[in-house]
């Protein structure tokens, strides 16, 4: 070949100097079949260290080569999809984490995913359906990703994905899951059924959550585990979820006290009409001041709550201090309604109407001052008792949004059927929508659906003028983020109501 010329020319150049050189080069046949040929060259010199004659050694090692290559490709690939398997991903892996070690700014995202109920696909169709399954969630997936992406198969129904040198972990890792979900939100169609699956995936950041192998998979896997059946469908590592982690028993022995000794708190988020400018109302969303830790999020403790059984206490004292708050507000002349997030466990308490109603009794409140936003996953658990729980809570003069819409899996027919008051389009695909078309889409499809169901609208992860411009011109209803303001402690709050030029537009 031309391009190897360079390469003979110069070890021949070598082998005049007395040197014995091998190379390997390309030799193109007459009908046009490339071959690997060694080329080995043997300088003789006279008495006087003169190279005199060169013997020349050629063989063809093409089918040698190719069966290295044959070999390496088993080694290394998924015999079903044809994606890289296990070894190929360490192998990536390896690399990704040597090259953000000398660039030493850059991140590596690892995901985890597994296929839910995979094993009842298996078990109903059989392997062979299950295996066409796979195939075609490994093409909708990789059709998704960039080139420099590795997706591999694990195993079974196990998938993983590295997205090396990244700058901004965490967001990047949050709009790729969110593009690997919209993957699952077409019906895959396999031996004459459509059946509609599911993933769960469990999300790792290299420096943050590990720096080796071992830790980030192991890690991976504990958020994987952690997200099944739960909204968004994805999931940070955090040390709370890990069941093994020694300061996660100390967290959830602490957070048993937490109530008792008063270090929970609310934080106030403002909602605004995007028509009148106007503050309308606010969300209540926890921060837990750890005596130690300092002020926790509420990812880094709701899911131990959850898991140790306190999730009901918890969400009863949300309930009760935000009333309590925004009586005080209503008092001041504020007219705000206070959205308190209410998650599956503790909407599905039977107690939950009557602690309501008796708290807004106790202190004298207006329903109207509360909202309670609950997850798609909610409406679609047991309907029959969501649905009564809905009715009760609305005959009260409560309003119901869902929160992160467009994450989960609500059909429409609940939608129209239920007494939802508001839809709140989930953060992410506010945040993205300038950069992204397809998030630019999915806001302007829930906006349009919500009117046409004649519900409300409200976009949280409002972070610049341009996305409320956007939003004002698509008709949004609310806006709810931090070009509004950050979540504020309630007398922070108080303060920015009567300072901001936000609360200065006539109140709704
Ligand atoms: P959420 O209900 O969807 O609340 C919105 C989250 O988005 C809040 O995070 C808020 O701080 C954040 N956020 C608001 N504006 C922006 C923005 O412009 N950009 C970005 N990037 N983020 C923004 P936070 O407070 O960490 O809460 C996270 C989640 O924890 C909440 O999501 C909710 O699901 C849960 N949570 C919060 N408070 C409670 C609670 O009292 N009880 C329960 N069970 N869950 C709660
Ligand atoms: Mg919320
Ligand atoms: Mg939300």
Redesign the pocket.
């Known amino acids: 070949m031309p391009e190897d010329k360079p390469l003979v020319r110069a070890a021949w150049e070598q082998a005049l100097t007395g040197n014995q050189v091998e190379i390997e080069t390309r030799v193109q046949r007459p009908n046009g079949e490339l071959r690997w040929f060694r080329r080995v060259f043997y300088p003789y010199a006279d008495g006087s260290g003169r190279v005199v004659r060169i013997d020349g050694l050629m063989e063809d090692t093409t089918n040698a080569k190719t069966m290295i290559q044959r070999l390496h490709t088993l080694a290394t690939t998924d015999a079903l999809t044809g994606l890289p398997n296990r070894t190929l991903l360490n192998d990536r892996l390896i690399q990704a984490i040597a090259a953000a070690q000398r660039d030493g700014q850059k991140q590596i995202v690892l995901m985890l995913m597994d296929l839910n109920h995979f094993k009842e696909i298996n078990d109903t169709l059989g392997h062979s359906a299950g295996d066409e399954v796979l195939t075609l969630v490994a093409q909708r997936l990789r059709g998704t990703l960039r080139d420099t992406d590795t997706l591999a198969r694990l195993g079974g129904d196990e998938f993983a994905l590295v997205l090396p040198d990244i700058a901004h972990g965490r967001s990047t890792a949050e709009r790729v899951a969110r593009k690997v979900l919209q993957c699952f939100h077409a019906p895959f169609r396999v031996a004459h059924n459509e059946l509609f699956l599911g993933t769960s995936i469990g999300i790792v950041i290299y420096p943050e959550h590990g720096t080796d192998i071992d830790t980030l998979m192991s890690r991976a896997d504990v958020a994987m585990y952690s997200t099944k059946n739960k909204d968004p469908g994805f999931m940070f590592y955090a040390p709370v979820l890990d069941p093994n982690a020694q300061k996660h028993l100390q967290l959830s022995a602490d957070l048993r006290h937490a109530l008792a000794r008063d270090e929970l708190m609310?934080?106030y988020?403002p909602k605004i009409d995007l028509r009148t400018g106007g503050v309308v109302g606010a969300?209540?969303?926890?921060r837990w001041r750890h005596p130690q830790l300092g002020i926790l999020?509420?990812?880094m403790f709701?899911p131990l709550a959850e898991r140790a059984g306190l999730?009901k206490p918890?969400?009863d004292w949300?309930i009760h201090s935000t009333i309590k708050q925004c009586r005080q507000w209503h008092d001041a002349g504020h007219r705000l309604r206070v959205a308190?997030?209410?998650?599956g466990r503790?909407f599905q308490d039977p107690s939950l109407v009557g602690n309501v109603s008796s708290a807004l009794l106790g202190l004298s409140a207006a329903p109207e001052c509360l909202e309670i936003?609950i997850t798609e996953n909610v409406l679609m658990s047991d309907t029959g008792l969501v649905a009564k729980v809905l009715r009760d809570l609305t005959e009260l003069g409560i309003t119901i949004a869902i929160?992160?819409f467009g994450t989960g899996y609500s059909s429409l027919a609940y939608l129209k059927q239920l007494p939802l008051h508001t839809l709140?389009i989930y953060?992410s695909f506010i945040?993205d929508m300038h950069n992204d078309e397809n998030d630019a889409v999915i806001v302007r499809s829930t906006i349009d659906l919500a009117h046409n169901l004649g519900r409300q609208v409200v976009a949280?992860?409002?972070?610049t003028k341009e996305a409320w411009d956007l939003l004002w011109v698509l008709g949004c209803d609310g806006a709810?983020?931090?070009?509004i303001s950050?979540?504020l402690p309630a007398d922070e709050f108080t303060h920015w109501l009567k300072t901001s030029p936000w609360s200065t537009a006539p109140l709704q």
């Open positions: 609310l934080y988020q969300e209540a969303l926890i999020l509420p990812e709701i999730i918890i969400t949300v308190v997030n209410v998650p503790a936003e929160d992160d709140k953060k945040i949280e992860g409002v972070e709810q983020g931090f070009h950050r979540p």
